[in-house]
């Protein structure tokens, strides 16, 4: 069948929202970039060998090495939760331990995945503002003779973090140097990466690979694609047998083109440069309107796709029933909007003005 017959193929499926429906919940909430749906029917058609020996995913190793330097390798995954966990168990040994910040998604969001599935031992640090910090990592970087305690072998970061908020490149650089010099590896999170790159405006390696990250969860369904994620592989010296993790994980998927495809389509251009942009734009944007609403405080600063901001519970909770959004600490009265590739002008103003409303009444 022809691509463009593809795209106009009719079918008995109903749309079952309404997409003028907007929130701020989450940036998953958002739907697919058009580039995206067009990489997938591309990729679609025909038989292609599975399990990632594909055309598609041998070409997404020179786009992320274009990105990550010669060395780097990737491992199409199904999701974040499975990329940090392959990510960290190939770092490990069965005794091991991963220092994290106490807010760290791999603690409080991944329903003990990495300590059931993949064995390991969190060992989390409380933050202000979710970064560590190398004297952070050295409240927990001890006792690695003891054998009555989990071995610290792995620092764990979030770029950007679950509290919004952007390491630097010097600070990344810094923490990474710590953790070598102890004989620990690094991880970063990036499943809002794009978002961090755009707002320091510096290329993704100069927080990963050139900083001395050691592998990396790449992000992609918070930025515009349908699904899947990525482990990167930016210190091969510091893995082994990833393939064989990958499948002992389920996050082998054996129509693999249609993730690299995905990727591709983000990465092989500005597409992942422009959706951050744009989303990060689109959140100062909001904190902008925000600051002009009596009895509404942001409590951290605003560097990429979210804003953290406290007001009255039942003012959220009205609002929420004009506009999705989360609590972030429903008892302290802390919410979290987060703003997407999608999210409008008209989208930011419009909720804005509805704060304003709910917090006259």
Known sequence: MADAEALNTPTDAKRRHDPAVRGFASDNYAGVHPEILAALALANGGHQPAYGADEYSAHLTSVIRSHFGPRAEVYPVFNGTGANVVALQSLTDRWSAVICADSAHIHVDECGAPERVGGLKLLTVPTEDGKLTPELIDREAFGWDDEHRAMPQVVSLAQNTELGTVYTVEEIRALCAHAHERGMRVHLDGARIANAAAALDVPMRSFTNAAGVDILSLGGTKNGMMAGEAVVVLNPGAVGAMKHLRKLSMQLSSKTRFISAQFEALLSGDLWLRNARH???????????????????????????????????????????????????????????????????????????????EMGR
């Not at 902008?288 to 003012?315: M, Q, S, W, Y």
């Open 279 to 357: 989303a990060n734009a689109m959140a100062q944007r909001l904190a902008e309107g925000v600051k002009t609403v009596d009895g509404v405080r942001i409590l951290h600063a605003v560097e990429a796709n979210a804003v953290f901001a406290r007001l009255p519970h039942d003012v959220s909770e009205r609002l929420q029933r004009r506009y999705r959004f989360y609590f972030w600490d429903e008892a302290a009265g802390d919410v979290r909007w987060m703003c997407s590739f999608d999210t409008t002008e008209q989208d930011v103003d419009g909720f804005v003005e509805a704060l304003r409303e």
